[in-house]
């Protein structure tokens, strides 16, 4: 057990008193959407990209995207439902995903999930003088740790033209950067965003426990 492991585990044990639950219900997800994903079989985490096409993703009648846990294969997921500027989405196998603005805020069906994120209500266009520093907390579920205090450095990149299935996309990049002293544990995450400030793909890093998350979007919230 290297020391990462021994911190993260030791600091676990000292906030296992205070209780944190997952914002998912797996029971209130629509039996339609289980019912979508026939129309796609197979199409899953764990199958190769080129089982996902344009034809494909335009005769499902939900917004969509792909995403890839680590160096996993890519799978689908589609939008169960938005609210309050939350959209919730949930693949074939039982992995459910809440992002807001771009960004996942709580996790199901992984090894590790981030059940809560509290954060300053600070958007992508916040930054002044080419950066922004934050607090940011994230709770966790196996092992269990409740409001793990995380740095974050919020700054605009690059412009770049990126293509999801094929179609291309002239994007903004943002970085991210997350770090925790105590943990030693230091991410960079990615947003690319469109004018209207809409994340069409992300690398996300949201545990310590858990490899990187792509997110791309191959059919857009109407």
Do not use: R
């Not at 412009?159 to 990049?173: M, N, V």
């Amino acid at each position: 057990m290297n020391l990462k492991t021994k911190k993260f585990i030791t600091l676990c044990a000292t906030t296992a008193c205070l209780n944190s639950c997952s914002l998912i219900e797996s029971n209130n997800i629509a039996f339609g959407y289980f019912e979508a994903f026939k129309t796609v079989k197979g199409v899953i985490l764990g199958l190769e990209n080129k089982a996902l096409t344009p034809d494909l993703i335009n005769n499902i009648p939900y917004a969509s995207m792909i995403i890839t846990i680590g160096k996993g294969a890519p799978g689908l997921v589609i939008l169960e439902s938005v609210k309050d500027a939350e959209s919730t989405w949930v693949s074939a196998d039982g992995v459910y995903l809440i992002l807001k603005e771009g960004k996942i805020i709580n996790t199901a069906g992984l090894g590790s999930n981030l059940t809560d994120y509290i954060s300053p209500d600070i958007t992508f266009d916040s930054y002044e003088d080419g950066v922004v520093k934050f607090i940011s907390y994230y709770s966790y579920d196996k092992p269990e740790l409740t409001y793990l205090k995380v740095k974050v450095e919020l700054h605009e990149l690059n412009k770049e033209t990126i293509t999801i299935l094929d179609k291309e996309h002239d994007l903004t990049q943002w970085q991210e950067i997350l770090s925790n002293d105590y943990l030693g544990w230091q991410v960079v995450n990615k947003y690319w965003l469109d004018e209207s400030g809409f994340v069409w793909k992300s690398i996300q890093n949201i545990s310590p426990k858990l490899p990187s998350i792509q997110i791309e979007v191959t059919k857009k919230p109407s």
